[in-house]
Every structure is written in structure tokens, then in C-alpha cells.
């Protein structure tokens, strides 16, 4: 099926790469052979700004492409024409301004009539609505505007993470009602935010087409982009690719959770174990347990279940990991009241540290963050505790957002805190000075840790401070007794002379 404008030299496939078969094209064609090949094709317009839709459009302009942006929300359009991104991203910015100055990048609030645009691309979110049901509206609206103003003949292409059929049944129903030809792509998004800029130029990219010429002329257009191109049969394979690659990882992650939970009960430390196991072993690769949120993993799970509805399939080792790493905020708060309890703490103030939905790589995303459910827990179990909150690259409004106090510093989340929750991995929390720390903070106290940041053996906290993490809720107990164990050996076995 692969079918190819521009002579490509074959190369040796590296780790990852797709199966050997003639649907995965390789190598990247210029953009002087682009204008030669697709010549109609050299402006390109992006229908959504988000993480998706802008880190898109910047990489389509520095290739060489003219882009039109199109962003619904006025104070995002004004920012971004400013030179500025809404959200985090490595460069984002330099890129952005570089794109404008060069008169490749455009952004507007609604299309242009004049639009010279012939390859129309959807990043639209497609959020979680009531009953965790997927939304459509967006993606319908986004495809009826780009009904009504595309020419004959143009590329639409679907990017944004939807449910199984929605290219066939939502988008391309609604193209068909214009009367004009069309061709139409699903061809799925799959970078992780704060790398999105370096994925997008060498990670695989899913392509599939409505027809064969949809196929052909949307692997084109990725060929600019990557050099791995994999083309696929159907709509809904390229569909189910991107639910399942996200699903996936869900159900990885919780199992870790699970063993975490397994291990608290009975009183052994999780990431001793996990660690142990993983050791030059080959057939182990246990993650360590931690938090799950986010704006794919807390949803594509839904999606999937939604999309395997009409067949009456119900995905259950699916559903069961996204509900296991749903409950772990407020498993973790009960514990932290309990602990709270048996010490005789009663906080007034309550820290938080890194609110966006993860830590590493870098990102101030909120959407799907497990710190709102972390939040109403926590508020439940000390409602007369004061909370404030931490983060390295979320904004203090946003911060004010979740009914937090913005504090400025690390020491100041501490010093003025009974309780202090480590909620994301950000690599400065990786480095944190917690033997210092604790001895700022009233005592008794706990120092909640739910990624393993620290290695227990070596704490030297403050008397009357406890610190704890996900799966190694004794460990520190434990730590404790091993090294006075240690020391009352040491002081009893007689040194050995020398001859």
C-alpha cells in the first residue's frame, strides 16, 4: 500500500520501529521536493492551539511550510501573536516568535475566507463531559467550519484522540454534506508534553485514510515531519492505536500502584521489592508506583469503554487499573490522616508540592491532575488545615485556581507546614535537602512522598518527623531500626586484630 513521490534511501530500522513490511516509508523528503511533488499542498492550516495543535503548527513552519493557526479563545490568539505560548514547552516561545517574524506562521480566531490553505488539520480537545462520556462537540464543530470554507479537493486531517469511528461516522458525514471532494486522514498525535517539539521529528507516525488517495496524500505530508511513516489499513486502526498506546500505559502504571498497595498491607517496602526484581533481569521492567493523571491517560480509558459499547465489550483489565490509580489520592490522604492521628497532629497548614499533572519532563499542565482529587481529600480529612501549594513552572493564579496559597519557596512550603505532600516527580524535588528541611518544619510532622524521591536508608530527618511514600509506607520505620540494629552490632562484635 505504501505509496511514494519522492525517492527515499532506505535505512537500517532502529529500536521501536514498526514491523518490515512495504506500509512503513522511511527518510524525509525536502521541502523544494514537496513543492515539486504536492505543489498545492505548501499551506497548511491547524484548527485548535493547544499542546497538540500549536507544537504542530511551529514544527510545519520551521520545515518550511506556510501555517495558519486557529485558535477560538481571544486571549490566547493575543497571546500568542505576542510571541508568547499559554502553556510550557522548552523553546516554544523563541520558536514561535522565529515563525511569525519569518511570515510562515499566521494565527487568527476564525479562518480567513482567503484561507490558501489545502491541507486543514483537527487538534481540537475532546475532553471527558458528564458521566465521564466523551465530548464530540468540538470535532463537529471543527469539521462543519472546515466544511463550509475548504476547497474542493482539500486534506482534512484528524489528530486529536477520539473514539472508535468517529473519522467515518462524525467527521466525514459532515464533509460529504458540502458537496465537495475531500480527502480525509486519521493520523493520531503521540508525543509526551515537555518533549513534544524533539518527538514530533522522529517519532513513528500512524497514517490512515479514508481511501487509498487519503492514505497516500496524508503520508506525504508526514514524510516532511519524520522519517518513519506507518501506514495502516482503516480509520478505526489508526483510531485504536492511539487509545490502546495510551491505555496501555494506564494499565502498566497501575499494576505498580497495585503492588504498592499490596506491599503497604503487608508491611514490606514496595520499592525495595520493585527494585529487586528489576535488576539485570531482563523480563522485568516494573515502573515505580506514583500518581497517574493527565489529559490522555485519565481519559482514554473512558474512550476506549465507550467505543467497545456498540459491540457489548466491556474492557476490564482496562477499567480496573484506571480505577486502581484513580483511588490512589485518597487512599494516600486517609493514610496521612491516620498517621496525622496516632502522632497527635492536628495541622493548620498543609503544603502541597507540584500541582501540574506531572513533573518530568517538565510541564505547568493541569488538565487531569490528580492534585484536584489530592485537594478534596485532603480537605476532607483536616478540614480546619489552611492549604498552599507549590510549583516550579505553574503560574501563582492557576496555583489560587485550586483554592491554594502560592507560596515562593521550597523552605517557606516547609517551614510553615505540619504536613508537606511531594504530589508530582519534578527533577528539583529529586535534590531537595530533606534533612534540612524537616528540621524547619513544627514537629511532629509527616513528609508525604509519593514518588520515591528519597532513598529511606539514607533520610536524616528531625526527630518526630515521618516520612513516607507510595508503597513504602513502613519503610522508613523500618530503616530506623535496621540502623540502630547495626549500631548495637557494631558496638557489641569485637574488632577483629590484625597478626
Known sequence: MAVSSCQRPERAP????????????????????????????QHVCVVGLGYVGLTLAITLAKIGFHVTGIEKRADIVAQLKAGHAH??????????????????????????????????????????????????????AAATELADKMPDGSLIVLRSTVKLGTSRHIVAPILEASGKSFHLAFCPERTTEGKALQELRYLPQIVSGYNFESLVRASELFQFITPIVIKVSELEVAEMVKMVDNTQRDLYFAYANEVASLCDAAGIPAGEVINAGNFHYPRNNMPSPGLVGGPCLSKDSYLLMESMAPFNVYPKITMAARHINEEQPAVCARFIKNRADEMGIDPTTISILGLAFKGAPETDDLRGTTATFLIDELRLCFPNAALQGYDAVVSAADIEAFGLKPVQTIEQAFNSSRIVVIHNNHQSFRSLPLGYLSRQMQTPSIIYDFWNLFDHEKLDLADHVLYASLGNHCATEQAKRMREAMAVHQATTPTRQSA
Open 87 to 140: 502553556f510550557y514547552e522548552p523553546d516554544i516561545d523563541t520558536m514561535l516568535q522565529e515563525m511569525q517574524a519569518a511570515g510562515r506562521l499566521d494565527i487568527y480566531q476564525q479562518l480567513p475566507d482567503d484561507s490558501p490553505s489545502t491541507v486543514y488539520i483537527i487538534t481540537v480537545g475532546t475532553p471527558l463531559g458528564d458521566n465521564n462520556k466523551p465530548r464530540q462537540d468540538f470535532i463537529e
Open 14 to 41: 532502529g529500536n521501536g520501529v514498526a514491523p518490515k513490511t512495504s506500509n512503513t516509508t522511511k527518510a524525509f523528503c525536502t521541502v523544494k521536493q514537496h513543492i515539486q511533488y504536492l505543489g498545492q499542498d
